[in-house]
């Protein structure tokens, strides 16, 4: 929330006496480590506290620190402080935040504001359901380090188990959807609705776009808020087959619609608009299709929607995936990540990320979507969950759901109530209209704590219904709406021949057929799958993950113990206010410790991501400058050395990037920017900046970069991805932002999830705060005029206690501790490299700041890349650090502070030995195609293969390091990956059985794939009408297409297998 937080640095501070009275750590307190403390509470000599949490989540002891301080040939860290960060912005003062508290009394003042969230029954809908999270999939991949501290797989070796589980996420939506392709994942369901509108106008470029009036209202206004600025006319409507759509670029449609509606002519709809050229947009819902024609056999063109309720708590919002599936002749255009197949070197299969990984970074403005961070570790949630439950028990979900809300409206019209509903046809939740007055519905759910969903126009009601619904809630529901009988009753009055199932609309065609949905009924065969796929990813529980700009630290455990908690985790977004007392805490004092740490007078906790915090933000600057007639400024200056986002972003928020140039030293080039100030003066709206840069330098002009840019009468756009770097050192706010996003996910310790999720809050000056997203449905939000950029309020609030709790555990010695250990260890590991590899940027005084970047130039001529050492990492067990960007054929390292002196150094030697394999190359004593770095990385396979032709050991290969040891030996999953051929063969769904043999010999447990549904359940007997049919044919044709893909791939590995074989036998 953004209420103005002005006196932060005075009033900051309502928290709990409790916390408030913490005693300072022992850690801070302790002599060697320069840090002052502010007071110590007699008690503590008599009952010192066994450790402080910075002492765990800062990696270097004070000793280690002492050692590194003098190897990089300095005195004290402050010193590397002063030569880092320039003088002119550096923080004089301590932060205004309170002292830091344990772990345990974190966890207990976090109960006390728990407890002030009310969890009701809720039954309000509108896309967010509860769910059942299956504990084995709770307990091994959400509260799991081994799946929720991985980065994004785009080194796809190390990643093939999140990769397997995403394609089965594709996989899922494709078949529950009768979509040809779908992505890994979008944000949530009202953006995922924002990219489909975008993705339809740029394939005809037509400037209204048509959003059924029955749309989810936060979906509407998601898309509308992104609309504006693109310039983009949304007209809400009824969508009828007689509406004109000569004109739009595309049309959103509901399906089931929010009322709860199925609508029946979504056929003649899509048919309609296939003649007009109107690309078909289909917003739905994943439970209802395991009953419901899906919008693919009635010819959708995009689908979309929101996977939360399959197995991923509520959580205020969020964080959940969205869905957004395609026709094939859009695949090239989708938003967000594909993951595809492809092989390795050796032809085996393998996955990847597809397509667009990257594209951004290199098509920018013109690129499909900001997507960076999604939500993958939510969408391998769902995934798991079809996995698990498989299509029968998802059928039988759907089937329990669907039958209880036929109940319920049969109890609703004895009890009075018309079924607001012109088709006659529903899912799951139905609109009501009572005869009796409201206040006593309101009351009688009130005092059952029910929540229901009261529609604005005062005269109608909504009940949604979903899997944890029991008999006993659905009697408390009935005597809710006032109906005399018991569900039993009802349900005996229950006839076959009504119902989805026995309408034209029921589904006919199979889904979730393949192997992987079937295959793991048992507890015991769930969690080896699970285990399975975990063991071929490496995360932090391996080894430092060094990427650059991406801030892999410790995400410690009691952080994230809350986001588990029923209070945080089960409460429905747009439930009463009033029951979110806990949460309205968090926010506040979340927004002013941010505000505090940033310099800033407003915060949003909206934006779900940081890519969406850049979109937020430079929304806020297009409308605050539109509120002082400066609207004609749409320039956004972005220096060449920027994050491909944003870019992306600006071109979303409506502005014309034009790009600045940097110096050799990674600074932005000023001359360049004062002659781009002068030549486009009235038409700049905004500079985004990185800072520290993308080189990893703090750049010492940064107050005169931001003054330029303000005598223009633009704004000053700071990316906050490099914050780690600044926490307790210095503040945007300070030295001339107006607007920063924060990576929660990265500085604030969110943990990754493998690609997310991820929170990207924006901080702005007193002057934007008007202008920040608003958010109708919600009492806190609705004052602000200005659309959301999120489907929830808060974006995904249930991960919001976690930067909370960092921040409330590190205290404001702590949290600057964390800052000048991070830009410690940098440095530390920068001067040990510097006599092997060429460092890139440095500022003056020869420092960097959080990360710095070796180039791999040098090597070039010999044919080794900085590709090849990030594959020869992995044989030392560890992840690459960022490559190839900003700079190209360079590495960007940033260690953080939570790594140890010791693993900053076993990436060093690891580092250093790989400079001697190259030196082997360059001196030609290894040849320039065969050798260690050009064959990484060496998985098991290949290793213990009976053929090795290589000029150099296996033991060179696989233990190339006195540290890797079999007993902690990483072995990637696979050998290098064939980017090319997956993008060249694109197949972007489970591959078919056969590929999976290999692993069913070796588990031995791959059962007989169950039949999809009993078809005898559904509509036997009746009349098979036109939708029917033409739903029978699209799901034999999509059969058949799928057939068709999963014969071509295997002929392919058939013919790949021969060619290897044929290879060896001449080997031989
Ligand atoms: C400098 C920079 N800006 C923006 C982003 C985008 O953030 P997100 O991935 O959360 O969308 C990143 C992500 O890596 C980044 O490094």
Avoid at 198 to 213: E, G, H, I
Avoid at 772 to 796: C, E, F, I, R, T
Avoid at 821 to 842: D, F, P, T, W
Avoid at 1028 to 1035: F, G, L, P, R, T
């Amino acid at each position: 929330m953004h209420r103005l937080l002005l006196s932060s640095r005075q009033t900051f501070g309502r928290v709990s006496l409790k916390t408030l009275v913490a005693p300072p750590s022992t850690f801070l307190s302790a002599p060697s480590c320069q840090l002052t403390c502010t007071k110590v509470f007699s008690s503590d000599s008599k009952f010192p506290k066994s450790s402080s949490f910075a002492a765990r989540h800062i990696g270097p002891s004070t000793v280690d620190i002492r050692v590194m301080v003098n190897e990089v040939g300095l005195k004290s860290i402050d010193e590397i402080v002063q030569k880092a960060i320039p003088a002119s912005i550096r923080l004089t003062d301590e932060l205004k935040l309170d002292p830091a508290i344990g772990e345990h009394e974190l966890l207990s003042s976090l109960k006390e504001m728990a407890a002030e969230n009310q969890v009701w029954r809720t039954y309000i809908g509108m896309g967010y359901y509860n769910c059942f999270v299956p504990t084995v999939i709770q307990r091994n991949v959400l509260e799991n380090p081994g799946w929720i501290t991985q980065y994004t797989p785009y080194q796809a070796e190390i990643s093939q188990g999140r990769l397997e589980s995403l394609l089965n996420f594709q996989t899922m939506i494709c078949d529950l959807t009768a979509m040809e392709n779908a992505n890994a994942s979008l944000l949530d369901e009202g953006t995922a609705a924002a990219e489909a509108m975008a993705m339809c106008y740029r394939q005809n470029k037509r400037k209204s776009f048509l959003v059924d009036c029955k749309c989810h209202p936060q979906t509407i206004a998601v898309v509308q808020g992104r609309a504006e600025l693109f310039g983009i006319k949304v007209n809400v409507v009824d969508i009828t087959p007689d509406l004109d759509m000569h004109e739009a670029c595309g049309i959103l449609v509901q399906y089931p619609d929010t009322d709860g509606c199925v609508q029946t002519n979504l056929a003649q709809v899509a048919e309609l608009a296939k003649q007009k050229k109107t690309v078909v947009c289909v917003a739905t819902d994943l439970l209802a299709l395991t009953l419901l024609t899906p919008p693919g056999e009635l010819g959708a063109d995009v689908v979309l929607g929101s996977s939360q309720r399959f197995g991923v708590p509520l959580g205020y919002g969020g964080p959940h995936a969205a869905f957004f599936a395609a026709r094939k002749e859009f695949i090239r255009h989708m938003p967000g990540r594909m993951v595809g197949v492809t092989k390795d070197r050796h032809g085996n299969m393998a996955y990847r990320l597809a397509l667009q990984t990257r594209e951004q970074h290199i098509r920018r403005d013109k690129a499909t979507s900001n997507v960076c961070t999604a939500q993958a570790l939510l969408a391998n949630m769902s995934a798991m969950y079809a996995v698990y439950h498989g299509p029968r028990g998802l059928q039988r979900i759907g089937q329990r759901v669907h039958n209880f809300a036929r109940v319920l409206a049969k109890g609703a019209a004895e009890a009075g109530f018309e079924l607001v509903n012109p088709t006659g046809l529903y899912f799951d939740t139905l609109r009501l209209r009572p005869t009796k007055p409201m206040e006593e519905i309101r009351s009688r759910a009130a005092s059952a704590r029910i929540n229901l969903r009261f529609y604005d126009d005062r005269a109608t009601i909504g009940v949604a219904l979903d899997e944890t619904v029991s008999e006993a809630d659905m009697n408390d529901l009935l005597r809710v709406l006032g109906c005399k009988s018991s569900v039993a009753e009802l349900a005996e009055r229950l006839s076959p021949d009504e119902g989805l199932l026995a309408s034209p609309l029921a589904r006919q065609s199979n889904y979730l057929e393949h192997p992987v949905f079937n295959s793991y009924r048992t507890e015991t065969a769930m969690v080896r799958f699970l285990k399975r796929l975990e063991n071929r990813d490496l995360s932090l529980v391996h080894s430092m993950i060094p990427l650059g700009s991406c801030t892999m630290k410790l995400n410690a455990t009691t952080e994230l113990t809350p986001v588990s908690w029923p209070e945080f985790s089960q409460l429905h977004p747009f439930a009463p206010t009033d029951q979110a007392g806990g949460y309205r805490a968090l926010f506040q004092q979340l927004e002013a410790q941010l505000a505090e740490i940033t310099g800033f007078d407003a915060v949003s906790l909206q934006p779900n991501s940081g890519a969406q915090g850049e979109y937020a933000g430079l929304r806020t600057i297009m409308h605050y400058l539109d509120s002082i007639g400066q609207g004609h400024r749409k320039v956004c200056l972005i220096p060449m050395s920027a994050h491909g986002t944003n870019p992306a972003s600006a071109h979303m928020a409506g502005m014309k990037v034009e790009p600045v140039n940097v110096t050799r030293t990674g600074s932005i080039d000023m001359r360049h920017l004062l002659d781009l100030t002068e030549k486009l003066s009235d038409k700049i709206a905004a500079i985004m900046v990185t800072y520290p840069s993308t080189y990893g330098v703090f750049d010492p002009e940064i107050r005169e970069i931001c003054d330029v840019v303000h005598a223009a009468g633009g704004q000053v756009y700071l990316d906050g991805a490099n914050m780690n770097a600044q926490v307790g050192l210095c503040r945007p706010g300070d030295f001339g932002a107006d607007v920063s996003h924060l990576n929660l996910h990265k500085t604030f310790a969110i943990p990754h999830g493998g690609g997310g999720p991820g929170m990207g809050p924006i901080g702005v000056k007193k002057h934007l705060a008007p202008f920040l997203p608003g958010h109708a449905g919600h009492d806190h939000l609705n004052h602000l005029a200005k659309l959301p950029v999120s489907a929830a309020p808060y974006g995904s609030a249930s991960i919001l206690p976690i930067p909370w709790a960092y921040v409330r555990m590190l205290g404001p010695d702590g949290l600057r501790r964390a800052s000048e250990v991070a830009i410690l260890n940098a440095n530390y590991m920068m001067k040990r490299l510097e006599k092997y590899y060429k460092v890139e940027y440095r500022n003056e005084a020869g420092f960097c700041a959080h990360e710095f970047i070796i180039s791999m130039n040098e090597f070039r001529k010999s044919g080794i890349q900085a590709v090849d050492v990030s594959k020869r990492l992995m044989d030392y067990g560890f992840h690459s650090p960022t490559m190839s960007w900003p700079v190209e054929n360079s590495l960007m390292i940033e260690p953080t502070e939570s790594e140890s002196r010791d693993e900053c150094d076993r990436l060093v030697d690891a580092l250093i030995r790989i400079r001697a394999e190259i030196d082997d190359v360059v001196q030609g004593k290894l040849p320039s195609d065969d050798n260690p770095l050009k064959n990484a990385p060496h998985p098991q396979s290949m290793v213990c293969s009976s053929h090795w032709p290589h000029p150099y050991s296996r033991e060179l290969a696989a233990f190339p390091a006195p540290f890797v040891r079999p007993e902690n030996k990483f072995w990637p999953a696979c050998s290098r990956i064939d980017d090319r051929y997956g993008d060249m063969h694109l197949i972007c769904s489970c591959p078919p059985m056969s590929s999976y043999k290999a692993m069913a010999s070796s588990t031995g447990r791959l059962q007989s794939a169950e039949r999809a549904r009993s078809r005898d359940s559904s509509s036997s007997g009746s009349e098979q009408s036109a939708v029917q049919e033409k739903s029978k044919q699209s799901a034999r044709e999509c059969r058949k297409r799928k057939k068709l893909r999963y014969q071509t791939l295997e002929r392919t590995a058939r013919r790949e297998e021969r060619a290897i074989e044929v290879l060896y036998l001449q080997l031989d």
